[in-house]
């Protein structure tokens, strides 16, 4: 241990943004042997360039402005709280806390859907057959959290959210891009922002307002893992991937619809995407 001239020393040497704690989670050596960090870093950790910082974001990530995860209701209130306001949310059986829509949209025309019964729920049915329990161009916003990723063929319901959402009206989801497997079987897919922005693409009617990825997770191979991968760090991991897209025009409702394929949409996102050099 350092006497108190030391541990002044070490504080002027470090880099004024060092935290120890991180920097014994992104060198789990270190913290194994118990060595105080910021003697291990001063002492050899900058010398080998050891990491004692996040990576800078991935070129190519987006952070949300208004669809982060602590912020999103605040964008929600501040753009959805009309008295009367028709919203819908996919998924709404309470399970880990209190609907949040009581607090932030209190006044609004509130509908609870979900796959099973529960506290806050008001019907019951299966998302991928919306249109089947609601008329067309019904709701004013459309909500959904946590519940992208339980979804067997999520492209289906996002035209089915397509249906019912009023031109002019909004849709917010948040889902995950990094997460533990939860409430199998019924756990399908992990979404980055870019993925989101393909189910509520353009061709669709939907005009993007924010989308991106929010809440960067420190990652590492276990001991299970290849030999040539234990111990490596997992970069670019985040919890959240979110969206907030606004319908600006009519959805074509009839059954054999050729205003809108999937093919169709491919081909215009093929186009204007490429492979990162």
Not at 204 to 224: A, M, Q, V, W
Not at 228 to 237: F, H
Request: proline share 4%; hydrophobic share 35%; with cysteine.
């Amino acid at each position: 241990m350092f006497n108190n001239f030391n541990l002044n020393i070490l504080k002027q040497k470090l880099p004024d943004n060092f935290d120890g704690e991180l920097y014994l989670e992104l060198n789990p050596d270190v913290k194994k042997a118990g060595i105080d960090p910021g003697e291990h870093f001063l002492k050899y950790g900058k010398k080998e360039g050891r990491q004692w910082f996040l990576q800078e974001h991935h070129k190519l990530h987006k952070t949300p402005k208004y669809a982060k995860h602590d912020e999103i209701w605040s964008w929600i209130k501040e753009n959805a709280s009309r008295p009367g306001l028709k919203v819908l949310e996919i998924g709404s059986r309470a399970v880990v806390s209190d609907s949040l829509w009581k607090k932030c949209i209190p006044n609004c025309d509130y509908t609870g859907f979900d796959v099973i019964e529960g506290k806050n729920v008001d019907l019951v049915g299966d998302a991928h057959n919306l249109s089947k329990y609601f008329p067309n161009d019904h709701f004013d916003l459309i909500i959904s959290f946590a519940v992208f990723e339980h979804l067997a063929m999520p492209w289906i319901v996002s035209e089915e959210i397509s249906k019912i959402l009023k031109p002019g009206g909004h849709v917010v989801i948040e889902t995950h891009f990094s997460f533990s497997e939860h409430e199998l079987p019924w756990h399908y897919f992990q979404f980055n922002s870019n993925a989101l922005e393909v189910l509520f693409c353009r061709e669709l009617g939907y005009e993007l307002i924010d989308s991106g990825l929010d809440n960067p997770i420190i990652g590492r191979f276990t001991n299970e893992a290849s030999k040539y991968l234990q111990g490596q760090l997992v970069k670019y991991l985040y919890c959240h991937s979110s969206i907030i897209a606004k319908k600006t025009k009519i959805y074509e409702h009839h059954e054999n619809n050729k205003s809108f394929s999937w093919r169709d949409a491919y081909k215009r996102i093929s186009k204007e995407s490429s492979y990162p050099k």
